[in-house]
Every structure is written in C-alpha cells, then in structure tokens.
C-alpha cells in the first residue's frame, strides 16, 4: 500500500501522454474482462436456440456448453495467475486473449454439439488467463494514488457485462445464436493488436527463483473443477449419486494434496505471503459467501420475471437495467464512501443493500403489483449492492496484494467468487427443483430462495467487518 500523502500525490506534474496511455491499456484490459464477463452469463440466453439447433441431444447434454465453460474456467484461475506472475503478466493476458478469441470464433463455426462443447472449453481456458492477469496489469500501469479508482471502473466494467448479457444475448439470437460468439472476435483481434503495443512488460524476475510448483497447480485445478462439476451435477444427478459423490471426494483429495504442497514447496501455487495476509483471507471468504447470495439472486430473479410474469429473454433484461445504469455510478461512489467509512464496512453495506433487494421482492412476489412497485425497486437495490460489494472487495484485494503477486492474488479472489457463484446456483436449482416435482407454485419456492440468498448477504456482511476500523485519513484514491 502506499504511504504517499494526498498533497505529494497532488503536487506530482500531470504527465497527459502517461494518462492517454493509462486509458488505453484500460480499455485493453476492460476489452478482455467483459469480453470474459459476457460470455459467463450470455450463453444462458442461447440455450434453447442451441438445443433446436442440434437435436438428438438430450438437456443434460446440451447443458455442457455451460458447464464445462464454468467448470474450467474456475479450474484454471489460480495456476493461470500464478504462471502469469512468473512467467510474464503481458504475455498471459494476451495469450489468454489470443485463445479466447480463436475458441470464439470455433463456437461460432461449430457444426456439431461437441465441437461447441470442446470450444466452449477453450475459451474458458483462455478467461481464466484473462481475469487475472487484467487485474494485476491494472494495478501495475496506476501509481498507487489511482490503484483504487482503476480497479472500481474495471469492477464496474465487468459487473455491467454480465447485468446486460440478457439483453445483448437476446438481441444477438433473435438473429442466430452463433452471433453471440462471433462477435468477440473483431473486438478480442483488435484488443490483441493494441494490447501489444501499449501494454506494459512485467518487471523482471530473478532467474534463480524457483518456478511455481506444477503439481500444486494441477491439484489445485482438480479441486475446483472437482468441486465446481460436482455442484453443478448434483441437482440433476442427486446429491448422493455416485456422479456427485466422486466429484466431491476428487475435490477433496485434490484439495489435500494442494495444502501439503503449498506448505512445502518453495515456490507454491498460492503464495504462502498472501495466506499470511488476515485482511486479504477474510476479505475473499466475505467474498465467496456473497457471490452465493448473489448467484442465487441473479438466476432467481429470471425465473420469476420469465416462469410467473411472461416476460421474454429481452423483456427480462429491460426489467434490471434501471439498476444497471446505477452500476457505475455507484461503483465511483464506492471510493468515497471507503474513505469515509472503511473498505470492510462499505463491502458489508453492499451486501446488506443486494439482501434488501431479495427482502423486497419476497414481500411483493406474491402481489399482482405492477413492475415498477413489484420487480423494479429490488432490481435497483440488488444492482447498487451488487456494484458496491464488489467493487468494495476488489479494492480491499487490490490494497493488500504485494505486487510481485498481482495476478496470483487476483485469481484467489476470482476463483473464491466463481466457486461461490456455483454453490449459490446449486443452491438455487435445488430449492426451485424439489417445488416443480412437488408441484408447487414457484413463488414459494422462490421466496425461499431469496430467504437463503438474504442470509447469505448477511454472513458475508458480518465476515467483512469482522476485524475493521474506521480509516483516519486514507492515502490512496
């Protein structure tokens, strides 16, 4: 963190061609992290133009275009930021760029389901070396004065990606679904392209340092997307089949295996400096109990407006935009409040703001209210807690990361929301599940949902605070 005064920071000369610089590799990195962010949530739209496409497969099947897109990419994260840490954070993002972009353009073309599914893989390979190295370029190219505002508008950037991918996504396959895919590849080929030029080079490393341990890293591959296929498997598949249970024993192993390396090896797959960090620790477990509440919130709310209200794939992306153009508004509100209030303390209110929102809509799902008493006020308090949590915990991730583990620090935080976002769907799918076999109306299973995705914001509120102080006067913006 930086012990530089606001006055010193304001005293230093304004270099124009340094900030045009800055804003360019900003929008390179944004390119490549909503790029990622759209592809995560869009797919969801496409789905039944996917399946009519490709009939003879069942739903478990054609499911894999999700599945192994968030199996992998939850997989790939760390290892991904740990070699981007040592091997070069310019080199990985434009890598991961370059793939993702070629992998777009295979899903576009693909004449068969298992192409689409092989693809789909790919790209998520090449997202897992996108978020993180993107983050840890971010911070690299800012002096510490601007760390915090670049990391809010790049949070920003992301979190209003994935709130329009239903809107963009149905726009898209109203024409063909392949469109959804073809069109990251002019905009990841020019990214490349500019990303090579302006991006800045990693600092140099000690070449007698040992490299990151591989079989840590493999393990630590295994854990997640162990974990990640058993939670998406399990509602489908049943929680004690034989499918979940090894997902889960696979997970656990593999997690076992991960923690005796990393408390041996000399150079290990999560760098032992960031466990050592409370604040950074705590800050990713707040972070991957409000990425559940969030997951359930964000899935939940398309299943009212589209299974109980009648609205279209579009009609459903229309009703949260209210509170998508309050995202970045609020997300530059974020840094004022942190400085009034603290990180830890604005996180905590973020979170408590997107379970209010859940709260609203429990009262009013019941009610024959119109959309702008019944959907509209908790779409605009679950966006501006959405936008304030998050941006609030990259920062606090982002203060605390020494930089020689920008991109490694990233990806822990990345992957703790990813594993998160996939036990609050499970979550989700279960309780929406066992109404639809009883034959229940969804809105009861659906307030319960919000019940739990309300708690949940709560438990990562109360995990956020835990340890934090008001700031005297903060040096970084």
């Keep these: 963190m930086s012990t530089e005064t606001p006055a010193v920071a304001a005293a230093r000369p304004v270099d124009k061609a340094a900030d045009r610089r800055r804003a360019i590799?900003?929008?390179?990195?944004?390119?490549?992290?909503?790029?990622?962010?759209?592809?995560?949530?869009?797919?969801?739209?496409?789905?039944?133009?996917?399946?009519?496409?490709?009939?003879?497969?069942?739903?478990?099947?054609?499911?894999?275009?999700?599945?192994?897109?968030?199996?992998?990419?939850?997989?790939?994260l760390i290892p991904a930021g740990r070699l981007a840490d040592h091997l070069g954070r310019k080199q990985t993002f434009l890598a991961g760029l370059v793939l993702f972009t070629l992998a777009s353009g295979a899903c576009a073309l693909a004449p068969s389901l298992p192409v689409l599914i092989a693809a789909r893989a790919l790209q998520a390979l090449g997202a897992a070396a996108l978020t993180p190295t993107s983050m840890g370029l971010l911070l690299q190219v800012n002096p510490p004065e601007r760390q915090q505002r670049a990391v809010r508008s790049w949070t920003a950037a992301g979190g209003i990606a994935a709130a329009m991918a239903p809107v963009v996504g149905g726009l898209l396959v109203q024409s063909d679904w392949r469109l959804i895919f073809l069109i990251n590849v002019p905009i990841g080929a020019l990214a490349v392209v500019v990303g090579a030029r302006v991006l800045p080079a990693s600092p140099?490393?000690?070449?007698?340092?040992?490299?990151?341990?591989?079989?840590?890293?493999?393990?630590?591959?295994?854990?997640?997307?162990?974990?990640?296929?058993?939670?998406?498997?399990?509602?489908?598949?049943?929680?004690?089949?034989?499918?979940?249970?090894?997902?889960?024993?696979?997970?656990?192993?593999?997690?076992?295996?991960?923690?005796?390396?990393?408390?041996?090896?000399?150079?290990?797959?999560?760098?032992?400096?960031?466990?050592?960090?409370?604040?950074?620790?705590?800050?990713?477990?707040?972070?991957?109990?409000?990425?559940a509440g969030f997951a359930v919130m964000l899935l939940s709310v398309v299943l009212w407006t589209q299974n109980v209200r009648g609205y279209s794939a579009i009609q459903t992306g229309l009703a949260i935009a209210p509170g998508t153009v309050l995202m970045p508004i609020f997300a530059m509100l974020t840094g004022r409040m942190a400085r009034g209030i603290g990180l830890p303390r604005t996180a905590a209110l973020g979170c408590v703001v997107l379970g209010a929102g859940m709260v609203w809509w429990i009262v009013t799902a019941p009610t024959d209210l119109p959309y702008v008493l019944a959907v509209m006020p908790g779409s605009m308090l679950t966006s501006i807690g959405t936008i304030v949590a998050m941006a609030a915990?990259?920062?606090?991730?982002?203060?605390?990361?020494?930089?020689?583990?920008?991109?490694?620090?990233?990806?822990?935080?990345?992957?703790?929301?990813?594993?998160?976002?996939?036990?609050?769907?499970?979550?989700?799918?279960?309780?929406?599940?066992?109404?639809?076999?009883?034959?229940?109306?969804?809105?009861?299973?659906?307030?319960?949902?919000?019940?739990?995705?309300?708690?949940?914001?709560?438990?990562?509120?109360?995990?956020?605070?835990?340890?934090?102080?008001?700031?005297?006067?903060?040096?970084?913006?």
Aim: with cysteine; aromatic share 8%.
């Design 25 to 76: 590799v900003f929008a390179v990195l944004c390119c490549g992290f909503v790029l990622t962010s759209l592809d995560m949530m869009i797919v969801n739209v496409a789905f039944p133009a996917i399946e009519h496409e490709f009939p003879g497969y069942d739903n478990a099947v054609v499911s894999w275009t999700l599945n192994a897109y968030t199996i992998l990419y939850a997989a790939a």
């Design 204 to 291: 140099p490393r000690s070449t007698t340092a040992p490299g990151p341990d591989l079989i840590g890293a493999l393990a630590v591959a295994l854990f997640a997307g162990g974990a990640v296929f058993a939670l998406v498997e399990a509602p489908e598949a049943g929680w004690g089949s034989a499918t979940t249970l090894l997902g889960f024993a696979c997970a656990a192993l593999m997690l076992a295996v991960a923690a005796l390396r990393n408390l041996r090896h000399a150079s290990p797959v999560v760098p032992r400096e960031l466990l050592a960090l409370p604040v950074y620790v705590r800050t990713n477990v707040a972070a991957f109990v409000y990425s």
């Design 393 to 477: 915990f990259a920062g606090q991730v982002s203060a605390t990361i020494p930089q020689a583990f920008y991109a490694s620090g990233s990806a822990v935080h990345t992957m703790a929301k990813q594993l998160g976002i996939a036990i609050g769907v499970a979550l989700l799918l279960v309780i929406h599940d066992s109404a639809a076999r009883s034959g229940a109306s969804p809105v009861p299973a659906l307030r319960d949902a919000w019940i739990v995705g309300a708690a949940l914001t709560l438990v990562a509120a109360a995990v956020a605070l835990i340890g934090s102080r008001r700031p005297a006067a903060p040096a970084t913006e």
